[in-house]
């Protein structure tokens, strides 16, 4: 999926139902790092991947993204998908 934020495109999965998990890859990673632990969380728990700002799939907003603006972005996708509790 794509959800705009402030004029850039993230790139997340949802799938699967249960409980929601949010996975965060480290710096210099993507979401694709979450690929073997998938099969095993998908089976009882709703799973979202976000690829960070610059990361993966996922466009930059120019040379600095801040862990205040990660986690504002984070936010907005968890409100989008109307998750309260992760």
């Known amino acids: ?10 790139f997340y999965t949802l799938q699967g139902k249960g409980n929601v998990v949010v996975l965060l890859h480290g710096f ?13 969380l ?5 799973v979202i991947t976000i690829d960070l700002l610059g990361h993966g799939k ?20 968890l409100t989008k998908e109307k998750i309260n509790k992760a």
């Open 28 to 40: 210099l990673e993507n979401s694709t790092m979450w690929d073997a632990f998938l099969p095993t």
């Open 58 to 77: 996922s466009e930059s907003l120019g040379y600095v993204h801040t862990m205040e603006l990660m986690a504002e972005m984070v936010k907005e996708i």
């Open 42 to 46: 998908l089976k009882n728990h709703r």
């Open 1 to 10: 999926m794509i959800f705009n934020f402030k004029e850039s495109k993230i």
